[in-house]
């Protein structure tokens, strides 16, 4: 509603193809075409080379998360994904959200607050080998990735999928999934996009029996320190000494000590 109001013929729409996805992407190119003007992607974005006291990447240290709590080995993992990729009719898959590279290589990391994931990216191939694009920094504590994962720096997904493009290696992007500009780099470079559902999320979303009972078990570790809690409060004299802010710390401190 906002561009409606402000474009106008011959004004091109800059945007960042690494940050919208395909469906956003049309419906802005949409939009200019109705008022005559450009959609125009910009690399890199002027914002980025503005921006000199960005922040550093988090880097914190990932962990693995073990076969007896996930209830399935990431070998067996990418095997199936690899062969459910292989029937969408493509030879590699891309992967850039991160919970789904966090439940297909059992990793767990710290780079979110509150999530538990690693900030990184990854390529499958149909054969269940992987390349993982991560901080090595962040491997440091000593996780273990077996031989058919091979760990390479963040900063080389692009140049990976222009050598995949120029192959002509078929890719599975997903657009509601991964950002434009990843398709986009691949066609270019000579690539085959396959745009087709990634089939880790609904796989990640059918919990396993491991899964379930980690899930249970979590819930009455939880409810024990909600009545641990709710002891605390029960004994004490109700004269405002204790805010709400204060029992949320003490609730906080119940569910830390497990």
Not at 40 to 48: G, T, Y
Not at 240 to 253: F, H, M, P, V, Y
Request: a negative charge.
């Amino acid at each position: 509603r906002w561009l409606e109001g402000r474009l106008e013929p011959g004004m091109r729409l800059g945007y960042d193809a690494k940050l919208i996805r395909k469906a956003e992407r049309e419906r802005l190119e949409r939009l200019c075409q109705g008022r005559g003007a450009e959609l125009v992607a910009l690399s890199p974005n002027p914002v980025d080379r503005i921006w000199t006291d960005r922040p550093a990447p988090p880097l914190a240290p990932a962990s693995e998360h073990e076969e007896s709590r996930a209830g399935e080995s990431s070998t067996a993992k990418r095997q199936r994904m690899g062969e459910a990729v292989a029937k969408r009719g493509a030879d590699w898959l891309l992967v850039t959200a991160a919970d789904s590279i966090a439940w297909l290589l059992n990793i767990r990391g710290a780079d979110v607050p509150y999530n538990p994931l690693c900030l990184s990216h990854l390529l499958l191939k149909t054969d269940g080998t992987a390349r993982w694009f991560v901080d090595a920094r962040k491997l440091e504590g000593g996780v273990r990735l077996d031989n058919a994962v091979a760990t390479e720096a963040y900063e080389a997904l692009d140049p990976a999928l222009r050598d995949l493009g120029r192959s002509g290696a078929r890719v599975l992007v997903d657009p509601a999934m991964n950002a434009a500009g990843f398709a986009d780099l691949l066609a270019e470079a000579g690539g085959r996009v396959v745009e087709a559902q990634d089939p880790i999320p609904l796989a990640k979303a059918r919990k396993n029996p491991v899964e379930i009972e980690g899930a249970l078990e979590a819930q009455r570790r939880d409810g024990a320190a909600v009545v641990r809690f709710l002891a605390w409060l029960d004994g004490l004299v109700l004269d405002g000494t204790i805010d709400e802010a204060a029992a949320a710390k003490r609730l906080e401190a119940e569910r830390a000590r497990d």
